[in-house]
Every structure is written in C-alpha cells, then in structure tokens.
C-alpha cells in the first residue's frame, strides 16, 4: 500500500438561482482588521443620491491573498486576448 495521499475529491458546488443571475456593480471598498478583510459590492446609479451595497463578503488574508492571485490571472487573460484594459488615473475605465 502506498502512503501517499489521494488528492481531495471535487466538492460539490450549489448556487442558487437569484445568485446564478448575479449583481451588476460599479464600485468596491474594501476595508479590513487584523483577522478579516470586509468587501462591500456596490451599484452607483448615474446623478446619484447615495449608493447602495447589493453584497458584502468578508474573507480572512489568506483568502484575499489568494483571491487577489486568481483576479490577476484573471486580468493577465483577459488583457491576452482583447487587449490591454486602460484605467484613467482616478480609477475609471477609459470608455
């Protein structure tokens, strides 16, 4: 027998259907403490009156690091195939 170990067996993953269509948002904060990081997903209407969040995640560093990995793949791929994404100095996309 041998005594290495078996790679983890894929976890089932379920979303339910209002999550499956998503959130349309414009705008993130991110805040954070020692332990956690706090991500506020929020939805700026044009001429605002305020702002609403539609999601909060909080995750603890070693997620966020991890997330922050996958999101620069991420853009590394995507800016591969249609080009490279150009922001202006204050953040916003270049339309």
Do not use: C
């Amino acid at each position: 027998m041998s005594d290495t170990p078996k790679p983890p067996e894929p976890l089932p993953i379920q979303i339910d259907d209002d999550v499956a269509n998503g959130r349309y948002v414009n705008m993130a904060l991110v805040n954070h403490t020692e332990t956690e990081f706090t991500l506020d997903f929020i939805h700026v209407q044009p001429h605002p009156v305020r702002a609403k969040v539609l999601s909060r995640v909080i995750l603890n560093p070693k997620h966020v690091k991890r997330l922050l990995k996958v999101l620069q793949d991420g853009v590394a791929n995507y800016e591969s195939r249609y080009g490279t994404i150009v922001i202006t100095d204050d953040g916003r996309p270049m339309h």
